[in-house]
């Protein structure tokens, strides 16, 4: 049970959105994996672990007409993503499952795009945290090649899965995907210019015959140092964050 909420704007307010003062809180990370995913009006758009729907919802924001599906093992999280979705007005089908096992109807359909922004840690090499909401979305009991096997599988015929994940994973993820999808264009995300990247957008296509591409880091601040309470972000992340902007994989 979640016992306290905020209401917290995304997007500069287009969004608004409720999520736990205590537990798992989204952040930049899913607001840039969605400006990051190539989708077009009228598509469908499939979310593992959905959390309380900011991907999905900063992505049907930017998108008009976009058919969105999320799924969330969390009761609680998954009701908030509902209510997200109600209360500004974007179309959001909202499942509450484990991903290990989708419903029968959601394992017949495909998605134009799949996206994912799995636990960044295994879990068999860390420490759970005490919060379950939070241990969940940074760790879980599902591994991270689950994530990979079934997403690929919902992805449609020359479609597109797009995640976000921590850099010391790429190997596994490239590994896992490896067979099943193709066109493979990671992208590193460095915290500031000369700095080692922490993490990384990776696209991935069905049926993709492009070999792999390496695209130019993203860098998310200017400067060479923190300055304090100023925001420094680059012009094109601070319009993907505040205005909604997308900021393509390869640039």
Not at 179 to 196: D, E, N, Q, T, Y
Not at 213 to 234: C, F, K, T, V, W
Request: include cysteine; charge should be neutral.
């Amino acid at each position: 049970m979640i016992d306290a909420l905020t209401h917290d704007d995304f997007l500069g307010g287009k969004i608004r959105i409720w999520q736990p003062r205590i537990g798992y809180r989204a952040g930049v990370d899913p607001v840039v994996l969605a400006a990051s995913v190539p989708a077009k009006p009228g598509q469908t758009v499939l979310e593992l672990g959905c959390g309380v729907g900011v991907a999905s919802l900063c992505l049907a924001a930017r998108i008009p007409d976009l058919h969105v599906t999320g799924v969330e093992v969390q009761a609680d999280y998954a009701a908030l993503a509902q209510r997200n979705g109600l209360e500004n007005c974007l179309s959001f089908e909202v499942v509450t499952a484990d991903l290990r096992a989708l419903p029968a109807d959601l394992r017949q359909r495909r998605f134009d795009h799949v996206i994912m922004n799995p636990p960044y840690f295994d879990r068999s090499s860390g420490t759970a945290s005490d919060d379950t909401g939070k241990d969940i979305a940074f760790g879980g009991d599902t591994p991270l090649a689950h994530w990979l096997e079934i997403g690929s599988k919902r992805v449609g015929p020359r479609s597109f899965l797009s995640l976000i994940q921590r850099m010391e994973r790429l190997p596994e993820v490239l590994h896992a995907l490896e067979g099943r999808l193709g066109s493979f264009i990671v992208r590193p995300i460095a915290g500031r210019k000369g700095r080692a990247p922490e993490l990384f957008l990776l696209q991935a296509r069905q049926e993709g015959k492009t070999p792999f591409r390496m695209a130019p880091p993203l860098i998310m601040h200017e400067g060479d140092a923190h300055q304090g309470d100023q925001e420094s972000y680059r012009a094109d992340v601070a319009r993907a964050l505040r205005n909604g902007a997308e900021l393509p994989i390869m640039p």
